[in-house]
């Protein structure tokens, strides 16, 4: 049912406006003079309040609310500035609702509540706005205008018609009005509009309302504007990705499988690469998705990819550092080596600690976050001592990853660094390819044979690890097929050699030496017993119930089948004899057996070694002497013999320069001290000398010898014999001073080994002693010398 106002022209008549008018509260909105304005109604008071109105003068007082989630609002949770409104039409939608169209007259200010039941009634004073008339006021006018037809051509659908209208608007109040109450403002800027009374401050308000409204437009476009093109760009290009499968197909250069576009772009992201690798990744993957599957460079950057995204770029292990369990395991994996084992807790406590300051430096207590986190440790010594194991245990005892590469007999720089992907068949080099076996940004790395380095026309690898190593420059090292920086500062990179001479200095200055020297009998039993028996008869399928090895056997093997500063020919000649005895509990000869010396020599056949001084040099010219070879210390016999001739001194055995040198030193010496020798100055014009050294088919070098030749000599020239049991170390000068030397240990435990009872050494090196096991300490008599008159008198045997 529809009511209509008696003037169905809409002619507004004059009328006296009452003082008492009942109040419609508007909810989330503010009704203006002027304008007209459709609501709905659905509140039973007010649906009451229109129908008494609409029978009545028409005329209710429109306010808006404060808390618009209050359902029937009470005086005092309404704005007392509200709108003086005629009703106009009625719209009976259902029952409980209705629609009303009102038309603005007139701004009321409530002076005092009447009534609140069936509806709000109030006392009201008409509050007309002050307009004034003069120059500011009839700018602001036209910039509201201007701003009103901007406005409206940035809103869609507008006719043209509505800018031609905004200029017949002469009125200010009407146009400020108008264009309030067709724009989104807030509901308290809204309601301050209404309450201000002079019409100049209304239209500057107003004005920066709209200006507010028109940025928001204008972004807003150009947001749709930049949203548009892209689909544009994206639709044409895949229009044209399209057409050029069509024409592939045609051509047959295509397969029919999905492009590994997509596949590729997913794996980029998973990657979690950093911004440059990123960068990279997807400039080849445009380029890869721009050819044909058949062509070479295809294959090229498609096993690129697969490099860049296979690397664990953020894949990394928790380090567990607990220094009581980092000692139960090298305890575990290793018998004795306390030294090293210490340095070892040492290196890993340095990290606990650095770790912890920087975790506390992060949520800001303290701590240096670019502290360093300790030195690059390196293994030497001989083979078959534990280096690459201890890595392991370092590994096992963080809880990372270990990999390792062997240097040895490495010459080409790109075997580091890797090859440029300009080369045919380039790979990135072996220290990325190990990181990728690892699966982890920060493994145990440990990097074998450093000392076997080579270089030639093709690099020098040697430098290359210098940025490797280096924990100021390995947070970006590029390799040469990757071209993109790889952080390695969080891999523990541990180095092993056997010579300390060998390691170029630059490199060597990046590492802190940790000596493994050798063991003596006791510990090569004990470490037999403890592990080497146990692993090779799980190699071997056997168990200890089957097999046992007694002290003897084990004694015997490493007496009379190997000569080793390590275990490794050990452990090789236990597996050999638990393999005989697997052949014999196979073919049911036995059931059990444990093995003793006298099995030994049944299943290894003849020994292999027997002591060198066993048995007493029955002629002048032969000492012993001690060195250090690639495979630790061992004992070295110096021969000389003379003949008639003119004086010639003859070198022979593979001697290095330095060697050679000793020689001649020791050579001028004998003939400075003839007479007090007791030599016959004049025979060296008529004797020819010959030094040898046996073995010569093994390179020999170092200064350590000299004093070894100068008793040789000594004794040659003299006629009296060397004791066998006596073994030396030491440099000599021209003057007689017997010189420090390097390697004391391994030495000593080579005559150890050999069964020597007295070692003659430099002074300034008795402090090496104190690193001997106690058990060598014991059986040795150490006698320092610092005069080569001192060591002719204790070995020349009257």
């Not at 240097?407 to 440029?420: F, P, S, T, V, Y």
């Not at 430098?463 to 090292?477: G, H, I, M, W, Y």
């Not at 003897?552 to 000649?573: F, M, N, P, S």
Request: charged share 25%; net charge negative.
């Amino acid at each position: 049912m529809t009511k209509s106002f008696p003037n169905e022209n809409n002619e507004v008549f004059l009328k006296k406006i009452p003082d008492k008018l009942p109040i419609l509260p508007l909810r989330n909105t503010v009704a203006y003079p002027f304008m007209p304005m459709p609501l709905f109604v659905n509140i039973p008071r007010s649906m009451k309040l229109i129908e008494d109105a609409f029978n009545g003068d028409h005329l209710i007082g429109l306010a808006a609310m404060k808390d618009s989630s209050i359902k029937e609002p009470m005086p005092g949770q309404i704005y007392e500035v509200g709108t003086v409104c005629i009703l106009h039409r009625i719209v009976n939608l259902s029952e409980d609702s209705l629609q009303i169209f009102l038309y603005g007259f007139e701004r009321f200010r409530i002076t005092f509540w009447h009534e609140t039941d069936p509806y709000l009634k109030a006392k009201i004073l008409l509050h007309p706005d002050v307009l004034e008339h003069d120059d500011e006021i009839e700018a602001a006018f036209r910039i509201l205008q201007a701003l009103s037809k901007e406005f409206i051509s940035l809103l869609p659908n507008i006719p043209a018609a509505a800018h031609d209208y905004i200029d017949t608007i002469k009125d200010p109040r009407y146009l400020l009005y108008m264009v309030a109450s067709n724009i989104q403002i807030e509901l308290k800027d809204a309601q301050e509009l209404l309450e201000t009374d002079s019409v100049k401050d209304k239209l500057h308000l107003l004005i920066f309302h709209l200006s507010h409204e028109r940025d928001i437009l204008k972004l807003k476009q150009k947001i749709q504007s930049d949203v548009s093109r892209s689909m544009d760009k994206k639709q044409h290009e895949y229009y044209l990705r399209q057409q050029l499968k069509a024409i592939q197909k045609e051509l047959g250069e295509s397969e029919e499988s999905p492009s590994n576009v997509d596949e590729y772009t997913e794996k980029i992201e998973k990657a979690g690469l950093p911004d440059e690798a990123k960068q990279e990744a997807l400039r080849e993957l445009k380029r890869m998705g721009e050819m044909s599957r058949n062509s070479a460079e295809y294959t090229v950057i498609k096993t690129y990819l697969d490099w860049i995204v296979d690397l664990p770029w953020q894949v990394r292990t928790e380090d567990e550092l607990d220094i009581n369990h980092a000692r139960t395991i090298l305890n575990e994996d290793h018998y004795d080596l306390t030294d090293v084992k210490n340095r070892i807790l040492e290196y890993l406590a340095v990290r606990q600690l650095v770790n912890t300051r920087r975790i506390e430096s992060k949520s800001g207590t303290t701590g240096n976050e670019n502290q360093a986190i300790g030195a690059i440790l390196c293994f030497a010594g001989p083979p078959g001592v534990g280096k690459t194991s201890l890595g392991q245990s370092i590994a096992r005892s963080l809880g990372r990853k270990f990999t390792r590469m062997s240097l040895g007999g490495m010459r080409d720089e790109a075997e580091i660094r890797g090859h440029r992907r300009t080369y045919i068949g380039a790979m990135p080099g072996r220290i990325i390819q190990a990181i990728k076996r690892a699966g982890s940004r920060n493994p145990v790395f440990m990097l074998d044979e450093v000392d076997k380095i080579g270089s030639d026309w093709r690099g020098d690898p040697s430098s290359a690890l210098l940025e490797v190593l280096d924990p100021e420059q390995n947070s970006t090292f590029r390799d040469h097929y990757l071209d993109v920086d790889f952080d390695l500062s969080d891999v523990i990179f541990i180095t092993t050699a056997n010579q300390l001479e060998a390691i170029p200095l630059p490199l060597k200055d990046r590492m802190e030496i940790i000596q493994l020297e050798g063991y003596t009998e006791y510990e090569k039993i004990m470490i037999a017993k403890n592990y080497l028996v146990n692993r090779q008869l799980n190699q071997n399928g056997l168990t200890a119930k089957e097999v046992s090895f007694g002290t003897d056997a084990l004694k015997k093997i490493i007496q009379g089948y190997t000569r080793e500063a390590g275990v490794r020919t050990l452990e090789r000649e236990i597996g050999t004899i638990c393999r005989r005895i697997a052949v014999k509990i196979v073919s049911r000869e036995i059931t059990d057996i444990a093995v003793t010396a006298d099995h030994v020599r049944d299943f290894l056949k003849k020994e292999k070694f027997e002591s060198e001084s066993s048995e007493p040099f029955k002629i002048p010219g032969i000492a012993t002497g001690l060195s250090v070879t690639t495979v630790g210390g061992d004992i070295l016999f110096i021969e000389a013999t003379r003949m008639k001739g003119k004086g010639a001194f003859l070198i022979t055995g593979q001697l290095g320069d330095v060697m050679r040198e000793s020689a001649q030193i020791a050579h001028s010496y004998i003939r400075s001290k003839a007479e007090y020798l007791g030599i016959d100055p004049d025979i060296f014009k008529h004797t020819d000398v010959h030094i040898h050294v046996p073995a010569g088919a093994i390179p020999k070098d170092g200064p350590s010898a000299g004093i070894t030749i100068v008793v040789a000599m000594a004794s040659l020239f003299s006629g009296r014999i060397v004791s066998s049991h006596i073994g030396m170390t030491g440099e000599i000068t021209l003057r007689g001073r017997v010189l420090p030397v390097g390697g004391i240990k391994m030495k000593v435990l080579a005559a150890h080994r050999a069964g020597l009872t007295k070692v003659i050494l430099p002074k300034r090196n008795e402090s090496d002693v104190n690193d001997l096991p106690e058990e060598v300490r014991q059986s040795i008599e150490f006698l320092p010398v610092e005069w080569v008159d001192e060591v002719l008198q204790i070995v020349l045997v009257p």
